[in-house]
């Protein structure tokens, strides 16, 4: 949030930007909305609509300020939801990614990645610590004498005296779940599109099962959770269109995540309008399966006015055919 704009401000500031866009979506001849009231705001998550009133902290379910990717991890203010979704999204799905990160860091060797775990020397001895990287093949075994049982201390000593030491166990602490990162992963998508193009942007029966997956995440509504590991230069940063293969046909979001060892790159795809549409889920899933190798060509949609241009309400979808055509 720029220095100086007090909270309160810039959610009345993004109520007005976006409440407008929703005026102009409202106006196209395919939306029917009910009741149609003016000056409203859509919580992206929920669908749940707001007046102003809901900008009051007073206000039960209150609109609040949401940072995508979230705050902690690089992220910044972009777009109002509202409180339920925020907290739900937050706790549910988000407080999974930091685990997650943090034992890909560990496993891929990355130096000074760290993990909680409980130390076992020997089967009768569980002492609480912390496992370092500190190079290649060489891990750092720190355990806290503070935090452990004392009589496991006198094991320990015991076996250090001896130099015997059976086969060590380390048992991981913190675990996640990882199908809540990969849905964190698909809200982030979700909320970085909706944050450049606005509510037009969520005008799409396929986009809408993206939207019923991140309220639902224990049902697997999605085939694939649709996170593509591949190298995404950085003029791709942003909301693109992937052109080729034909079969993964969609807009594929590409944002960096920052830990305090790295930053890391993902790109996350949402469904377009038209074919293969929510299919290509189901074609990334195949894709996996089969262990094929891809080659991926997409086309960046060029930062605009998106929000405050009443002619750009539906720009995703314009560039969604355009592009399209250009590569058919």
């Not at 609480?128 to 201390?153: E, F, M, V």
């Not at 649709?226 to 942003?238: A, Q, S, W």
């Not at 469904?271 to 996996?288: D, M, S, W």
Request: include cysteine.
């Amino acid at each position: 949030m720029p220095k100086g704009v007090r909270p309160e401000e810039k959610r009345e500031q993004l109520y007005t930007i976006f409440s407008r866009n929703w005026e102009e979506v409202k106006k196209h001849l395919k939306v029917r909305i009910e009741p149609n009231v003016h000056d409203t705001y859509l919580c992206p998550i929920c669908f749940k609509y707001f007046t102003r009133e809901g900008l009051k902290d007073s206000y039960d379910d209150c609109l609040t300020l949401e940072d995508v990717p979230p705050s902690s991890l690089g992220g910044k203010v972009r777009t109002l939801t509202c409180k339920i979704c925020n907290n739900t999204g937050g706790s549910e799905l988000e407080s999974h990614l930091p685990l997650k990160l943090r034992m890909d860091e560990f496993t891929q060797g990355i130096p000074n990645a760290s993990i909680d775990s409980i130390f076992n020397p020997a089967p009768n001895i569980n002492l609480d610590a912390t496992i370092h990287q500190r190079g290649p093949n060489l891990l750092h075994i720190q355990y806290y004498l503070n935090r452990s049982n004392p009589k496991d201390i006198e094991k320990l000593h015991e076996l250090e005296a001896k130099g015997d030491f059976p086969i060590i166990n380390l048992k991981i602490l913190g675990k996640y779940k990882d199908f809540r990162a990969e849905i964190a992963f698909l809200r982030i998508a979700y909320l970085l599109a909706f944050s450049q193009f606005g509510y037009g942007f969520l005008m799409n029966f396929n986009i809408q099962k993206v939207r019923h997956q991140i309220q639902k995440p224990d049902e697997r509504i999605l085939p694939d959770w649709g996170r593509i590991d591949y190298i995404f230069p950085d003029e791709t940063l942003g909301v693109n269109i992937i052109t080729e293969p034909k079969e993964l046909q969609s807009f594929i979001v590409i944002f960096d995540l920052k830990t305090s060892l790295r930053k890391t790159r993902y790109g996350i795809i949402l469904p377009g309008p038209t074919e293969p549409g929510f299919k290509v889920y189901g074609n990334l899933a195949e894709i996996r399966e089969k262990k094929l190798d891809i080659q991926i060509k997409c086309r960046r949609i060029p930062d605009n006015d998106f929000l405050t241009n009443p002619e750009l309400a539906f720009a995703a979808y314009r560039y969604w055919e355009f592009l399209r055509e250009q590569n058919n």
